[in-house]
């Protein structure tokens, strides 16, 4: 991946003739080189090989990387749950009290699976030449929330709010260190998903979320490098929230209606989304997956800057079928 001026690729698209699809996903890669979930999370060629069987297969905009919530927990010290043909999971909370947080370490890059999930962005970078290569990381309250159980960190940061600083602070300071690696790569961007910032208010979002996002994106974006924010938990109440971390792009999930939230983003910013990863994707024939998209399409044709995606990374075993009907679709609204 080498010399794509984020900045220009994104005008590009704006300016461009045809709508174009970067749907979050990577488990169909898996599937096409016949490998488990559990291989691809835990090895970083098998990664790779899976970006790379998804990347040759279909038209995306750009390649993206699996959307693993666990990594940046796991490297701090939360147990793991793994499923063979299952996305992992935080088995129990970290941390219970100010204490353990004021105890919390930051930890370094060498701990758990973060080498494999560099060494899979490095690889796919050295070989995708043509499109950016998006890197996946969590965002620093979704972080928070997994560190000290997701309900609790709702009720720190009205208790405890210096705490509840701390406890971002410290994910924060990590999650900088980690997409500067991410980018050392030579990935030209970041999905950052920070999905549980979706539960709280605009004022909540802004204070707890936003304030640490935006240090990543001012420590990261730049020409070579974009931050697209994913937060597939607003239902428009924070949106505003979301655009103060001056991120290069905004990634919304099937809770919002596109049309609406849309009108709230610069016209010079990428908005994307946001058909039901499960509902669409997953469980709907290919007919209805083509109408949706068709539709989504139409619905938002006034907007040169929206990227058609899913919601959220596509959950493991979509029909193939439905995919083509996707990209399919895109085509078919651009020949139209």
């Known amino acids: 991946m080498k010399n794509i001026n984020m900045r220009q690729w994104a005008e590009s698209i704006i300016n461009g003739k045809n709508r174009v699809a970067l749907p979050i996903m990577t488990h169909p890669g898996i599937e096409i080189i016949g490998k488990r979930i559990i291989d691809a999370v835990t090895d970083g060629q098998t990664h790779y090989e899976a970006i790379i069987a998804l990347n040759d297969r279909y038209p995306s905009a750009a390649a993206t990387v699996i959307m693993d919530l666990t990594v940046e927990a796991e490297a701090f010290g939360c147990e793991i749950a793994f499923e063979e043909h299952g996305v992992p999971t935080v088995a129990k909370r970290l941390l219970s009290n100010a204490d353990d947080i004021e105890n919390l370490q930051v930890p370094s890059l060498q701990k758990g699976r973060i080498q494999e999930y560099i060494k899979a962005n490095r690889l796919a970078a050295e070989a995708i030449n043509d499109k950016p290569l998006f890197s996946g990381m969590i965002g620093p309250y979704s972080l928070a929330g997994r560190l000290y159980d997701m309900s609790e960190i709702m009720l720190l940061i009205y208790i405890d709010p210096a705490a509840a600083g701390k406890l971002l602070q410290k994910c924060t ?164």
């Open 173 to 336: 300071d990590f999650l900088i260190e980690y997409a500067k690696a991410l980018k050392a790569t030579g990935a030209n961007g970041i999905v950052l998903a920070e999905p549980a910032a979706g539960l709280l208010s605009n004022d909540d979002c802004m204070n707890y979320s936003s304030v640490y996002v935006k240090q990543i994106v001012e420590a990261l974006q730049d020409g070579q490098f974009a931050v697209v924010l994913h937060n597939c938990g607003n239902k428009g109440q924070c949106t505003q929230a979301m655009l103060a971390t001056g991120s290069m792009g905004y990634h919304f999930g099937n809770a919002i209606d596109m049309s609406e939230v849309i009108k709230e983003v610069p016209a010079d910013v990428l908005v994307m989304g946001n058909l039901d990863p499960v509902g669409v994707f997953k469980m709907s024939t290919s007919d209805i997956v083509g109408q949706q998209t068709y539709t989504l399409l139409e619905k938002l044709g006034d907007y040169p800057n929206f990227m058609i995606s899913s919601g959220c990374d596509t959950p493991p075993e979509v029909p193939f079928a439905n995919i083509e009907a996707f990209y399919n679709a895109v085509e078919r609204f651009n020949n139209r």
